[in-house]
């Protein structure tokens, strides 16, 4: 094989639906890179092995997604601020033979609003609470965003209040975290409105009523923002639009936490594009 060819991959257990291989090849493509992405399913038992038989296999680096993201942080020998304090690794690369371990979805999270609401950090937006919904692996790299990003105020709301109050803990949120069903009790005055959960993917399990008040009943100035991607529109943000809320998806997040990862094997850094944006939702679109 060509020595200058660098091969990268992504794994996860199911690993079919990724449109990490579409996002990352484009790039190959547009750069003319002699290098290859592809999907590799990796069994939860057979994670720790997997990251020995690859790098003998050559490659230089690549994703994990559900559900290795926190053994692969166990298994690095060293990992960036992000992975460490989100406590997950979605992004591995090698040094002096050695796997290091990062998170970029926190990257991907705001540059996606960056781009899409400028100004949703800006000093007045920080002074407003910003609700997040959800407390799972992916609410863990949204809350280390906004704290990046200087928000004090977060409100954490999940069905499971104990989740909520463990990721509340850890990241020393000094706001209350509320139930689910006690959301009536928050105020509509906020400046971040984000579904983490998994509801409204695939257009399964309707927003709960709750949720539908919040959002007709929150300031118009609210950013609203879903991080599910399929459908494109999920319910949560159908709703806010039609409240007149500005609306950001979840598919630019995905797209802006492949860039580093692109960059850091690749050696270019790749920017996220409408024709790469418009080839992942024909492919989404493909699937329904
Ligand atoms: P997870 O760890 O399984 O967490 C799921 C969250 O959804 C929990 O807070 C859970 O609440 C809540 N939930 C699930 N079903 C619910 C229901 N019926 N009613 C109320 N709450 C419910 O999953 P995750 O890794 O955080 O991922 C969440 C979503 O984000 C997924 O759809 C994933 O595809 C998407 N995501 C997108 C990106 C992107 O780049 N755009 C990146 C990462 C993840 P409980 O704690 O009560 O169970």
Redesign the pocket.
């Known amino acids: 094989m060509n020595p200058s060819f660098k091969k990268a991959f992504v794994c996860g257990w199911p690993i079919a639906h990724s449109r990490s291989p579409q996002i990352h090849q484009f790039w190959l493509k547009q750069f003319q890179i002699s290098g290859s992405y592809e999907k590799i399913a990796v069994k939860p038992e057979d994670f720790v092995n997997f990251l020995q038989t690859i790098k003998a296999d050559g490659y230089c680096g690549g994703n994990v997604t559900?559900p290795h993201?926190e053994t692969a942080l166990a298994c690095v020998s060293r990992t960036d601020d992000a992975a460490t304090k989100i406590g997950a690794v979605n992004t591995l690369w090698l040094e002096e033979g050695e796997w290091v371990g990062g998170n970029t979805?926190w990257l991907?999270?705001t540059a996606?609003l960056d781009e899409c609401a400028p100004g949703w950090d800006k000093p007045e937006k920080l002074e407003r609470p910003a609700v997040i919904?959800?407390?799972?692996?992916?609410?863990?790299?949204i809350v280390y965003a906004l704290v990046m990003r200087g928000f004090k105020d977060i409100v954490l709301v999940?069905?499971?209040i104990e989740?909520?109050q463990r990721l509340a803990l850890d990241f020393s949120l000094p706001s209350p975290v509320v139930s689910?069903s006690d959301l009536d009790q928050v105020s509509g005055d906020l400046s971040l409105l984000i579904n983490?959960?998994?509801?409204?993917?695939d257009g399964k399990?309707p927003l709960?009523d709750s949720v539908v008040r919040l959002i007709g009943r929150v300031s118009k100035k609210t950013i609203a923002s879903d991080?599910?991607?399929?459908p494109l529109e999920t319910e949560f943000l159908a709703k806010a639009r039609h409240a007149g809320l500005v609306s950001v998806d979840?598919?630019?997040?995905?797209l802006h936490?492949a860039v580093p990862g692109f960059q850091q094997w690749f050696g270019v850094k790749p920017e996220v594009t409408s024709k790469l944006r418009n080839l992942v939702i024909s492919g989404i679109e493909g699937h329904k």
Do not use: E
């Open positions: 559900i993201k979805d991907g999270f996606n919904l959800g407390a799972g692996g992916a609410a863990r790299g999940n069905r499971t989740a909520a689910l983490t959960t998994s509801l409204g993917m399990q709960p991080i599910v991607y399929i979840g598919l630019g997040m995905l936490q």
